[in-house]
């Protein structure tokens, strides 16, 4: 397992490295370079701000979108940069005017941690903020500025406004979210990102009990759709993969049949499974190919939802006739919802043992294992794989 973080005292001491004092000096893991192996290195974490907290990092999920991070896909200037946005882990300390947590707390890292104050928070679009848009393109806390350097003392940025592949992490206290302490952190990881993007898709898609739907991808998030649809009372659930064993995974989480993706005509298999096709299509792949698929697979009057992350300057087209069967395309972004309002729901019904986090979880890892966890899910191989820190916190074996 990775080393302790070490709390550096005197800050004389750190001066040629630009540190404060109580700056931390912790393993993590950074993208120095895309197309380039992520590399695990020391770094140095200065002490939370006001509104901000410091988060003993537990677990840390890997995400698709980590893939397009590190291969440099989501546009220039995003490093370096420590990676991780989905995770969990305990507070052990506060900034000034921090009151909703408190040392000892069990959080997950929230990636869009809303001012409230901005025209899309006041419209009731939390999870599109302005300010928290901006700064976690920009790899910088909401006030801009970043607490991670390099030994050198060189800025780092902080994947998503969390960069939870590393030993702790300081995030704005909008960005934790209080958690009972009876789910283990090594499940709860997936809260933040899979979980409340896939669960929320659903939402988003207005689903009534009886939709068909299918869910193309059923990686990470795509088996958080399928649970949701499944609670939301979807009637055929189509699991569409190239992976037989998250296909396998997706039936256990309620999906009704299965299409393999490698197949020549899974549009066709989708239509006939449903007769003519599907009320809501989810895709969560984010390629044409698949945007494509989940629109040719609706019935007239249908929405396709895409969840899937597409790669900067990737383009899609449609038949623009089929607008006239009234079908729907839209987006969504991270559960289009108040994440720590969605995220209280979620957290009931882990409790009540209506959702199961663990399940979808098939590697357990060390940060040194990240580059191999990263090419799992380039082959679309597998579906999470979480990062355990620190494996008694994570509560690992329960
Ligand atoms: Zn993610
Ligand atoms: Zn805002």
């Excluded at 659903?202 to 499944?230: E, K, P, T, Y």
């Excluded at 189509?238 to 309620?254: F, S, T």
């Excluded at 995220?343 to 060390?366: A, E, H, K």
């Excluded at 191999?372 to 008694?392: F, K, N, P, T, W």
Aim: a negative charge.
């Amino acid at each position: 397992m990775p080393g302790q973080a070490t709390e550096l005292a005197p800050a004389a001491q750190l001066t040629d490295a630009g540190a404060g004092p109580h700056t931390l000096e912790m393993r993590a893991a950074v993208l120095r370079e895309p197309g380039k192996p992520v590399a695990i290195e020391t770094v140095l974490l200065d002490p939370p701000k006001r509104g901000e907290v410091l988060v003993r990092v537990a677990a840390a999920g890997v995400c698709h979108s980590d893939v397009h991070l590190a291969d440099g896909l989501l546009g220039p200037g995003r490093w370096p940069m420590v990676l991780g946005h989905e995770g969990a882990g305990v507070v052990t300390s506060v900034g000034e005017g921090v009151d909703t947590v408190a040392p000892g707390d069990h959080v997950a890292f929230c990636f869009v941690p809303s001012c409230g104050a901005c025209g899309a928070c006041r419209a009731g679009k939390a999870t599109l903020c302005e300010a928290a848009g901006r700064n976690g393109v920009a790899g910088m806390l909401m006030d801009g500025t970043s607490r991670l350097h390099a030994l050198d003392g060189s800025v780092l940025q902080h994947g998503l406004m969390v960069a939870c592949f590393a030993e702790y992490a300081v995030v704005p206290v909008a960005g934790a979210v209080p958690l009972p302490p009876s789910i283990p952190l090594w499940q709860a990881a997936l809260l933040g990102c899979g979980v409340v993007t896939g669960i929320g898709a659903v939402n988003r898609a207005s689903l009534r009990v009886g939709d068909s739907v299918c869910v193309i991808g059923c990686g990470g998030v795509g088996l958080q759709v399928v649970a949701g649809a499944r609670l939301a009372g979807a009637g055929a659930i189509i699991a569409v993969d190239r992976d037989p064993a998250k296909l396998e995974l997706a039936v256990a989480r309620g999906a009704t049949h299965t299409v393999d993706a490698t197949g020549p005509d899974v549009v066709d298999q989708i239509r006939a499974l449903t007769g003519g096709g599907v009320e809501r299509a989810f895709e969560v792949v984010g390629t044409p190919v698949t945007i494509r698929q989940a629109w040719d697979a609706l019935r007239p009057g249908g929405t396709a939802i895409v969840v899937g992350l597409a790669p900067a300057g990737v383009e899609v087209s449609l038949p623009a006739i089929e607008f006239l069967s009234e079908k729907t395309i839209t987006g969504t972004y991270y559960g289009s919802t108040n994440v720590h309002a969605a995220l209280g729901r979620l957290v009931q019904l882990v409790v009540d043992g209506r959702l199961d986090l663990g399940d979808v979880v098939q590697y357990l890892i060390t940060l040194d294992d990240l580059e191999a966890a990263l090419d799992r899910l380039r082959r679309g191989h597998g579906a999470r794989s979480v990062i355990v820190m620190d494996e008694q916190l994570a509560g690992v074996g329960t």
